[in-house]
């Protein structure tokens, strides 16, 4: 949701979003964005804070992690250069959530919340702001829209396409309550993986796993946290879980019985935040179907009667938060 899409929302929501999860990485840093975030109370959370893998080893994008400045802090500070991007938003005030199946990675990625950045570091690491998007979002919408209407573009708001313990790092959302600042992504993670990261994450000390209804995973991830329930791994109420609401879900008397189906999946009674995944909505039969034919686009009244049934949730005592994704300013 790009800035424009968020005041939108504002219009006639009752309850602010609590968070707004958009990509960020060192050549994306969106500053403009993290204000206008600040500004209205919403928690910054960034996606994708390495930028995209699959598109370096593609060649299509910058590769973030060969960069000199990452190389020299890495060096610095006797960490790896993931462990540095990951670093960087949490110094920022940012929550964060790398993904991966990795279990080795896991764990190293944790250990980016012992990484301390100096005003030096943080100054040079600012410096790599690029303002180059890889997520395009084009495939939300019809092939006709360009990602200037997607991303609601202006001449000022432009882009280019192609030792602390982990549990100290938190963002107190709106709602009074934190958020751990560094969390498990779930995206991509298939199954037969999912589960076995989702263990090894919470069991080095994550505190916080994203998921997501279309990520189609979410049933491997409840049978793994009730197991690590049961074996005392940790209680329901010191894991911080996220899902969000697929496009095709968007009209209000939608919105409820997919949030139970997520529950259902995950086995849990509650979420502590539920995001509406992007501003597009598709038909409802098109869960998978990305067909021009069934995409609807952004609509601001759709999306403001979506909103309403979000807190719909909330004022139930369904979910404990909720906020957006991809409300972006560029």
Known sequence: FTITKTENLLKTAKIVPAVNQVECHPYFQQ?????????????????????????????????ILEDEI?????????????????AYPLHRGLVVIPKSVNPDRIRENLKATEVKLDAEDLQRLKALDKN?????????????????E???????????????KAAAWSVKMNTGVTI?????????????EVGAAVEVALKAGYRHID?????????????TLQKCFREGVVKREEVFVTSKLWSHDHAPEDVEPAYRLTLKNLQLEYLDLYLVHNPFAFRKAAEKEWDDANKLGYDELRMSHTWQAMEGLVEK??????????FTIT
């Open 31 to 63: 500053p403009k964005l993290k204000a206008y975030c600040d500004s209205k109370g919403v928690v910054f959370e960034a996606y994708s804070p390495l930028g995209s893998p699959a598109s370096f080893d593609a060649g299509e994008v910058p590769h």
């Open 70 to 86: 990452i190389n020299d802090l890495a060096t610095k500070h006797h960490a790896t250069k993931a462990q540095i991007c990951i």
């Open 132 to 148: 180059l998007r890889f997520f395009s979002g084009t495939f939300f919408v019809k092939t006709s829209a360009t990602t200037e």
């Open 150 to 164: 997607i991303w609601d573009v202006t001449a000022d708001a432009s882009f280019v396409l192609p030792s602390q």
């Open 180 to 192: 751990p600042a560094i969390g498990l992504g779930t995206w991509q993670s298939n199954p037969g």
């Open 211 to 223: 998921c997501a209804h279309i990520y189609g995973n979410e049933a491997e991830i409840g049978e």
């Open 317 to 326: 005592g369904l979910v404990k938060a909720i906020g957006i994704s991809n």
